[in-house]
């Protein structure tokens, strides 16, 4: 008998909490008797939970663990080719292959994410303009499917279901182990270029030398207005190379173990609010000069993961992050420059707020990232205005032929999201074909009417 | 460096220790046994891909006593030298089912003591002949004081418990070093679903972290997490008068 812990879940941004029967299993056979028990009505599968919304969340049935799913089973030097049970974590890979030289070919802003999850939401990071999503980098990986058969899907095998799966947020079935391909890298340490933007059209200026770099990010004030709207810093750089190190490194390709504080408990809802922001982020902002430095990779790529728990900031209620992206070819500045002035307005944002171009669609069919420009920013939630505030959004997203990343998302209507992402019904024939009787579903896709 | 022999390495927390004492340099070879060694696979190979060091697998059956003897030859012509060895297997039957059922009760009699009794003492004499290495072995908190929600169970850890008190007293003379572990309620398969969440629950890398420790600072006795050490000091000094008529 398959044991369950009947409990109150939440992704990253602590809104929605959702009770359903968590599951841990460790053994294949395990997984397999959970999901031919009907213990449960259907089931999603659940890693380290920093999707921020209702992705893994499935109120009153199955969520399963993955994290009991976590060896590596296969390395090859000469390719880099990793294969490993889709519950191994980014920062393990990082820990384990960051020493003997291989990294990450693509990590979102926090190591502490699964393999699984990384497919499941074809996770980008920010390098996506010139190498695209995780999945890029995706050989192949087993899928268990609802009739129990494990199916290998790629470009070659089902590669119909291998496109329904990347960014498939678990609904075709639970991805066991994948194979992907690690880069090479020299050292541990990033060569990066700030430079400061005074606005937006500063900043879209900038933007156009994107190509010359492999990783390209963009900190934006969301807050500031008038003339300063769209102020912003960007961050570009690439693998530092063993030539570019000071003598004083003795071990280029040893990650730096850092202190790691802890938040401890939610912080009162008032902490965050306009005024402290605003003081932060103008601080923040003139805090950087326009230079080139040498930084350790996880301050580049994972700076929160400093701080255990940093959601507690934003208090009890939770936050929303809202990520979107506004096509190239749509007059993508006038979008963002419209939804910043929306936000300013609201006085709504927060300090976390990313920009940065995106490459082509993948083909993916839920997959997030098209050619553009992506804005990523937490909303803490204080009131209910925030709803409509955030439909509001939403329409302005569509006006521009955009969309916003369902990772991130947690109160998307189903008919914008069907809007934002026309191969929905692609998604849905393959979706109903490999699981005809929603085996796999979650609280997400029931509201996007993915699934029963 | 040499090898470490792991008896019963699909427990939760004999995955979690393994992968400690590979991750520390200090042995080059691993031979984890089972008595079903097709679940081993893949701890094998990310075992071998992560830390770098040879993993094998060997089919043990602790309750073929009769096979230890050539089990245990076997390990060691296999390995050159051993460098301790881990007994990490247990069972666990429920308490009032085990109150009607001898066979139940049996089980963890043979399990948990007779087993252990036959392999460590061929394990022993090894040691002591090689004079170095270190025997681990982990027993429970359960086996420091009778109580009726798991007498059967904890007797056979406090047989346990005992026997590796007088090992440890008999190979110190050779400098091989005995480390009892015990544990607390772990949050692994057996208590998953099972035992309320609370705190008291510990998580088996923590456990696994205890006892790569223990190994190394050859430490007698390890209570892992710490607490229970104070938690069962306690519990051992009320007076049976009293402790009968609780519910602990």
């Known amino acids: 008998m398959a044991k369950s812990i009947w409990k109150k879940i939440a992704g990253w941004g602590n809104f929605p909490v959702e009770p359903g029967y968590v599951y841990r299993p460790e053994q294949m056979s395990e997984l397999s008797e959970i999901l031919r028990s009907h213990d449960a009505p259907n089931y999603i599968a659940y890693g380290l939970g920093r999707s921020y919304g209702d992705t893994p969340l499935n109120k009153d049935a199955g969520v399963i663990r993955t994290d009991r799913f976590n060896h590596m089973l296969g390395f090859d030097e000469a390719t880099g080719l990793l294969t490993c049970e889709a519950g191994v974590t980014f920062k393990e890979i990082i820990d384990v292959f960051l020493p003997r030289g291989y990294y990450l070919p693509v990590t979102p802003g926090t190591k502490l994410v699964t393999v699984g999850g990384a497919i499941a939401n074809d996770i980008h990071g920010k390098n996506h303009h010139v190498d695209g999503t995780f999945s890029e980098f995706v050989q192949t990986f087993d899928l268990l ?26 609904l075709t079935g639970f991805i066991l182990r994948a194979t992907f391909r690690l880069i090479r890298v020299e050292t541990a340490y990033m060569n990066v270029s700030y430079e400061k933007a005074e606005n937006l059209d500063q900043a879209f200026d900038k933007f156009a030398a994107d190509a010359d770099y492999k990783y390209s990010v963009a900190w934006i004030d969301c807050l500031a207005s008038g003339d300063s709207l769209g102020r912003s810093v960007l961050m570009r750089g690439d693998h530092a190379r063993l030539g570019d190190l000071p003598a004083t490194v003795k071990e280029p390709l040893q990650p730096a173990n850092k202190f ?8 009162p809802g008032i902490a965050l609010n306009y005024w402290s922001i605003s003081a932060f982020n103008k601080f923040y902002y003139a805090s ?8 350790e990779q996880s301050s580049f790529f994972h700076p929160l993961d400093a701080i255990k728990d940093w959601n507690k900031l934003y208090g009890k209620k939770g936050f929303v992050q809202y990520q979107a992206v506004f096509p190239k070819d749509n007059n993508p500045k006038e979008g963002l420059r419209r939804m910043l002035t929306m936000l300013s307005d609201a006085r709504r944002s927060s300090f976390l707020a990313v920009l940065k171009s995106s490459g082509p669609w993948n083909g993916g069919l839920l ?18 205005g925030l709803f409509p505030f955030l439909r509001e959004l939403d329409q302005l997203v569509l006006e521009y032929g955009g969309r916003v990343y369902l990772a991130k998302d947690s109160t998307l209507e189903r008919a914008t999201f069907q809007e934002m992402y026309p191969t929905w019904e692609q998604f849905k024939e393959i979706k109903d074909n490999v699981d005809p009787e929603h085996l796999f579903s979650s609280s997400m896709s029931r509201r996007l009417g993915l699934t029963r | 460096m040499g090898s470490i022999l792991v008896l019963g390495a699909n427990a939760t ?26 679940q081993l696979e893949v701890l094998k190979s990310d075992i071998e891909i992560r830390h770098q060091v040879d993993v094998s697998l060997k089919q043990f059956d602790a309750l073929d006593f009769e096979s230890h003897q050539v089990f245990f030859d076997e390990v060691v012509q296999e390995a050159g030298t051993l460098d301790g060895v881990l007994l990490m297997y247990g069972a666990m039957e429920d308490q009032k089912q085990a109150e009607h059922s001898f066979a139940l009760a049996r089980t963890m009699i043979d399990v948990n003591y007779t087993s252990a009794v ?32 798991n007498y059967i169970y904890g007797s056979t850890k406090a047989g346990l418990s005992v026997y590796l008190q007088g090992l440890r007293n ?60 104070i938690i069962m000091t306690i519990i051992k000094l009320l007076p049976e008068k009293i402790f009968k008529r609780t519910d602990i």
């Open chain 2, 118 to 149: 036959s392999i460590l003492n061929i394990a022993a004499n090894y040691f002591e002949a090689q004079r170095s290495g270190f025997i681990c072995a982990v027993s429970s908190v359960a086996g420091d004081r009778g109580r009726k929600s």
């Open chain 2, 170 to 229: 008999r190979l110190h003379e050779s400098g091989v070093h005995v480390l009892t572990i015990k544990p607390g309620m772990v949050d692994t398969k057996m208590t998953y679903g099972v035992v309320e969440p609370t705190p008291l629950l510990a998580d088996p890398d923590k456990v696994a972290q205890d006892i790569e420790a223990g190994i190394v600072k050859r430490r007698e006795v390890v209570y892992t997490p710490w607490f229970w050490l």
């Open chain 1, 260 to 267: 790691k504080v802890k938040m401890p408990v939610h912080a």
């Open chain 1, 145 to 170: 499917t609802a009739s129990g058969e494990v199916i290998p899907c790629s470009r070659e095998m089902n590669a119909d279901v291998f496109w329904a799966t990347i960014g498939g947020i678990g």
């Open chain 2, 13 to 38: 927390i004999a995955q979690a220790t393994v992968r400690k004492l590979a991750a520390n340099g200090k042995h080059n070879q691993f031979i984890l046994t089972s008595r079903d060694t097709s």
């Open chain 1, 288 to 295: 950087y000069k326009n230079e080139t430095k040498l930084v």
């Open chain 1, 367 to 384: 997959s997030f990232p098209v050619e553009g420009y992506t804005l990523a920013l937490d909303i803490p939630i204080k009131d209910d």
